[in-house]
């Protein structure tokens, strides 16, 4: 059973990048069983898909963030990561790793714990 | 952009009692290929959110058969049939469109308590 785990800065300024990296453990990404993906849930809020990656390194983004959002992945170390760009206050929120399947199921299967992000001075 | 639009937004139910929640879409959810890929999570106090239901009515890996799901087009609904104290927490309709690429929103999200 795939397992993920979150890790990265907690505490991010204003106008900086927010990087965060997602560990997996029980499968490989190179093996092409999933798309691994990030989603964050803002404060009392609902939650938001933000894009994903493929084994083959192709990505999807979120058309809201995607000027701002670079997915990728180390299959060596078997990682993948999120960077997001000039993070505003809008931005704090609880990010999560997830696996995401495609048809029929056309959604998600594994989550991390997710780690809470602040963006503050 | 398609907007689901959850209610209510908290519900109190009594143990062994049945909960009804509605989404509704802006648009309908039917799909170029013909399927409707409307979903339902469940996210406990505490946790990461999970699947439950996938394509409207079909029970995702581990969830109990208390949890359904029907509707069409633009109006969905997941009905639990006998709550019990393990199913608070917080449910989100979630839809996925393909073209042109595979991309995701969800509901507001409904908080069910247990009384």
Known sequence: QVQLQESGPRLVKPSQTLSLTCSVSGGSISSGGYYYSWIRQHPEKGLEWIGRIFYTGATSYNPSLKSRVTISADMSENEFSLKLASVTAADTAVYYCVTELGPPINGFDVWGQGTTVTVSS | ?115
């Open chain 2, 1 to 115: 952009d398609i907007v689901l639009t959850q209610t209510p937004l908290s519900s109190s139910v009594a143990l062994g009692q049945p909960a009804t929640i509605f989404c509704r879409s802006t648009e309908s959810l039917v799909d170029s290929d013909g399927n409707t890929y409307l979903s339902w999570l469940q996210q406990r106090p505490g946790q990461p959110p999970r699947h439950l239901i996938y394509q409207v009515s079909n029970r995702y890996s581990g969830a109990p058969d208390r949890f359904s799901g029907s509707g069409a087009g633009t109006d969905f609904t997941l009905k639990i049939s006998r709550v019990e104290a393990e199913d608070v927490g917080i449910y989100y309709c979630m839809q996925a469109t393909q073209f042109p690429q595979r991309m995701f929103t969800f509901g507001q999200g409904t908080k069910l308590e247990v009384k």
